[in-house]
């Protein structure tokens, strides 16, 4: 246990949140364009049903819709186009440029004003492109911060990296009481659209979206006072959520099993992942919004209240799923609009299938 220098516990805070995306809102664009490549009116219209029960109405990307699919491109400058999808060169060429766009603004949102000298780690997650020197490095250069930051690159580790990368940052803290860790989650998913024209393979074209978020994680006690860590993995289901590299770009495998599996987990072992409280205890949830089944899952799987996921189910509905940036959307809700002192539980799902947990308190 840490401990500084009066014998107390070190507590690590999230002091605040900063968000970005891109300005392109591609959802209806998107559902039009999928659902006019699919070759008969049945499929056409699960298509937009499913469109319907997603609940998102906006997700924002680095390209700009096309506005008609006519000439088969998907977006305005032909990126995406029908027979012609870009190499794997070609989106991490796209994601170097672009990510350090978003990358500066979600620190720009984020404010750091004076404390951009105190910054002592930079802590950056990103499961979508990667370079070396890469976005770390960048985002180092372009926030003005001190060559002698301490920097850490978390990658491919999916939805459930905003978990990992708040947890390298309260170890951080709890070592050393003077760390002011800067963590940024970033994901460009727009760059990995494939060229797979199946119904079941085009239902990831309403789910997934762009966007980007940078925190401050320090000792300073203002916002959510970070507690316990925790993660497992669901037997048997280490290929229901995959992440592959590809010659076009990388591939995702999400299976339609992984919101069942996930309901049947929380209700024999949600308990513990609560810390042995019941839900009724929790008074804040921030629950990664990887789809309105998957929420629909947790609410039902925990037996909480209707407006228990709020958070979760507006992040969804007004960004979509941007991957491990979406965890840090729902925390910023959560700072932004209060709702009082008390327990809270964050929890995201990835790849394994792995369920990532914390335990925080709202000041």
Request: proline share 3%.
């Amino acid at each position: 246990m840490a401990c500084n220098e009066g014998g107390g516990v070190i507590q690590a805070w999230l002091n605040r949140i900063g968000t970005a995306t891109p300005v392109h809102d591609m959802h209806d664009a998107c559902v039009e364009f999928g659902r006019g490549l699919l070759a008969d009116e049945r499929s056409r219209a699960l298509f937009g049903r499913m469109a319907g029960l997603a609940d998102i109405r906006h997700r924002y990307a680095i390209f700009a819709p096309a506005g008609s699919p006519e000439n088969g491109a998907f977006d305005r400058e032909g990126f995406y186009r029908r027979g012609a999808f870009p190499s794997t060169a070609r989106r991490m060429a796209r994601f170097a440029t672009e990510a350090r766009r978003l990358g500066a603004a979600a620190i720009a949102a984020l404010d750091l004003g004076a404390e951009r000298d105190a910054v002592t780690h930079l802590v950056v997650a990103s499961c979508t492109g990667f370079a070396a020197p890469g976005l770390d490095f960048d985002i180092m250069r372009d926030a003005g911060l001190r060559a002698s930051v301490e920097r850490t690159a978390v990658g491919f580790m999916g939805c459930f990296a905003a978990v990992n990368v708040l947890k390298l940052a309260r170890h951080i803290v709890r070592s050393e009481p003077g760390a002011v860790v800067l963590v940024v989650n970033l994901e460009l998913c727009s760059l990995h659209l494939q060229e797979q024209w199946e119904l079941e393979k085009m239902l990831s074209f309403l789910l997934f979206a762009d966007g980007a978020s940078a925190a401050l994680v320090s000792a300073a006690p203002t916002g959510l006072a970070l507690g316990q860590f925790s993660a497992t993995v669901l037997p048997d289901s280490e290929g229901l959520i995959t992440w592959q590299v590809g010659d076009s770009g990388f591939h995702m495998h999400l299976s339609g099993q992984v919101p069942g599996r996930i309901r049947r987990f929380l209700r024999e072992h949600g308990v513990g992942l609560l810390g042995n409280r019941t839900a009724a205890e929790i008074a804040h949830w921030a629950v990664h919004a990887g789809g309105r089944s998957v929420l629909d899952a947790v609410q039902e799987g925990l037996a909480l209240g209707p407006q228990a996921l709020r958070h979760s189910r507006v992040v969804l509905r007004e960004f979509g799923n941007m991957s491990s940036a979406t965890l840090m959307f729902v925390l910023d809700r959560i700072l932004r609009e209060g709702g009082g002192a008390g327990d809270g539980v964050a929890m995201a799902f990835g790849p394994g299938l792995t369920v990532e947990s914390f335990a925080f308190r709202c000041a």
